[in-house]
């Protein structure tokens, strides 16, 4: 059985942000690891978020250990915090578990707390990000296994709003779904959605007809091998600026 404090699904990888002018740091607490970029030093207010949010959390899987073990969205209780009710909304834009959108939410909650400090911030939790920046971005995209591992780069519009980006890795000779959206824990849904059923076998085609009907994916980015799929309006680049054409060249829709 599953220590309470463990209350992440695993994911060992990050992608990689090229914020300017900002102070990098790491944030440890358990299985907690968080990649902060921002304009200052802020590793002490995040450490306490963090240790904040994760009480909240094991003290409700303690309480309520089904929200832990179910496949699928499940009733919570009104008494859950906030933190909980958040991860609950997101992961049923998808009918995704509930618990997949936790590390996704941890780095919205603690990008929040941190805001008033920082106008621009990168905080990722895992494959999860979320992102505030009154600038562009690069986002050098995980792929690990893949030779184009690292070496796509997500060109990250300014938004006068945060939003999250997230990457799933769901095996079977896919080696990223890299998803965008309103947020970090919404767009963890959306890329285990996706990603979970392309790996069970279900046609690139079928998936990619079912995420025009996500209103709230705002582009994804698909790596098989040498492949690249890339939905929405998104701009892709290679790292070394000759690769504009294989990002081009296979569209969603």
Request: glycine share 8%; with cysteine.
């Amino acid at each position: 059985m599953q220590s309470t404090y463990h209350i992440y699904e695993r994911k060992d990888y990050f992608n990689r942000f090229r914020l300017t002018k900002s102070v990098s740091f790491r944030i440890g607490v358990r299985e907690t690891n968080l990649r902060i970029q921002a304009r200052s030093d802020l590793s002490g207010k995040a450490k306490d978020a963090v240790f904040r949010y994760r009480y909240q959390i094991e003290e409700y899987l303690r309480q309520h250990p089904a929200f832990r073990e179910t496949s699928a969205p499940i009733e919570i209780y009104a008494s859950a915090p906030e933190i909980v009710r958040f991860s609950d909304l997101s992961c049923r834009a998808t009918g995704a578990p509930p618990m997949a959108c936790i590390s996704g939410a941890m780095a919205d909650f603690v990008a929040r707390d941190l805001a008033s400090d920082s106008a621009d911030l990168v905080v990722a939790s895992g494959g999860d990000a979320s992102v505030r920046c009154s600038g562009g971005l690069d986002a050098y995209l995980y792929a690990e296994g893949s030779p184009l591992h690292e070496k796509l780069v997500l060109d990250l519009p300014s938004f006068d709003h945060p939003y999250g980006i997230s990457t799933f890795v769901p095996g079977r000779g896919i080696h990223a779904v890299t998803v965008l959206s309103r947020c970090a824990a919404w767009a963890s849904a959306f890329a285990r959605d996706i990603g979970t059923r392309l790996a069970r076998g279900e046609h690139a085609s079928s998936v990619l007809d079912r995420v025009e009907s996500y209103t709230e994916v705002g582009g994804l980015v698909l790596i098989a091998g040498n492949r690249v799929v890339v939905g929405g309006d998104l701009r892709l680049r290679s790292a070394n600026g000759s690769g504009d054409r294989l990002a081009a060249e296979e569209r969603a829709g």
